[in-house]
């Protein structure tokens, strides 16, 4: 399979396992490191794809054990830390009261936790991005570079119909987190 739909689940629907967390459990989490753990390791199939056009060819360091507390885990930091909460900034002073910096009841650019919390939030993010994967595709590098073997947790990983209807109910809940928490 060489199609973006191969590429499931769509990447934004990663948040879905890690939001709740930090909503429950507000001072054990960093919402920003969470989310950024939870998404990025699907950078480097978009930084792959104009050379390969493959959405399957890029997924490897980055969709690897080694990669989550390396790689993954210092371009959340950077993107939690540094990016999202000058992009917040700059859209709130621009475009006021319209909840840019707001997530769940919270201000998350003033709301957040010390360096080695968000770092586990960002490894514990980037663990069920691979958690998730695993399920959906017959082959997630999570090994990697020690691979001898395609690994996957279910033997219908890649139908696609279990593909679909997994991605529509991740596509609900996603929707009916966002509505609730975005912005909120
Ligand atoms: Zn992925």
Redesign the pocket.
């Known amino acids: 399979m060489t199609g973006p739909e191969s590429g499931m689940p769509f990447t934004a629907f990663h948040v879905v396992p890690v939001w709740p967390l930090y909503v429950r459990w507000p001072r054990h989490f960093d919402v920003l490191a969470l989310t950024m753990g939870a998404i990025l390791?699907?950078l480097e199939i978009v930084a792959v794809y104009p050379m390969t056009r493959d959405w399957e060819w890029g997924?490897t360091v980055m969709?690897s054990f080694l990669g989550v507390v390396t790689v993954n885990l210092v371009l959340s930091l950077l993107a939690a830390r540094l990016l999202i909460p000058v992009v917040a900034e700059r859209l709130d002073r621009r475009h006021p009261g319209k909840g840019w910096r707001r997530f769940a009841g919270r201000d998350y650019v003033t709301d957040r936790r010390s360096l080695p919390v968000a770092a586990v939030s960002a490894v514990l993010g980037g663990a069920t991005?691979l958690a998730i994967?695993l399920t959906h595709h017959l082959d997630t590098p999570v090994l990697w570079p020690w691979r001898d073997r395609a690994l996957h947790l279910v033997p219908w990983a890649d139908d696609p119909l279990w593909n679909l209807t997994v991605n529509a109910a991740f596509g609900v809940i996603f929707a009916g987190l966002v509505l609730r928490w975005v912005g909120k």
Request: hydrophobic share 0%; proline share 17%.
């Open positions: 390791p699907d997924r969709h991005h994967d």
